[in-house]
Nanobody
Framework: QVQLVESGGGLVQAGGSLRLSCTAS????????MGWYRQAPGQQREQREFIAIITGGGGINYADSVKGRFTISIDNAKNTVYLQMNSLKPEDTGVYYCRWSEFGMNYWGEGTLVTVSS
């Protein structure tokens, strides 16, 4: 099992930037994938939207809605995955969750709230 702690959320004006962090309680290996998901206000857990993912081997994928604006990266020495969010829009508002995937199991953090004002 793994514990995940997200941080970096907050209130920002449209066009602004934030950097989210997700620190895992154990090392990230090539067999892992770590991703960011967003749960918009009023949505249920099962409606969480995929935002970005990075594998332990360095493979990266983004949702179309954030391509060119968000960047996911990993610091293996710190067991931490980052999500740099630029040119934020009001529709980016939501709770951002980090997810650790390994051998068919998924673990979630508690989330960090991002609010983008217009």
């Amino acid at each position: 099992q793994v514990q995940l702690v997200e941080s970096g959320g907050g209130l920002v004006q449209a066009g602004g930037s934030l950097r989210l962090s997700c620190t895992a309680s154990k090392s990230i290996f090539s067999t892992n994938a770590m991703g960011w998901y967003r749960q918009a206000p009023g949505q249920q857990r099962e409606q969480r939207e995929f935002i970005a993912i990075i594998t332990g081997g360095g493979g990266i994928n983004y949702a179309d809605s954030v391509k060119g604006r968000f960047t996911i990266s990993i610091d293996n020495a710190k067991n931490t995955v980052y999500l740099q969010m630029n040119s934020l829009k009001p529709e980016d508002t939501g709770v951002y969750y980090c997810r650790w995937s390994e051998f068919g199991m998924n673990y979630w953090g508690e989330g960090t709230l991002v609010t983008v004002s217009s």
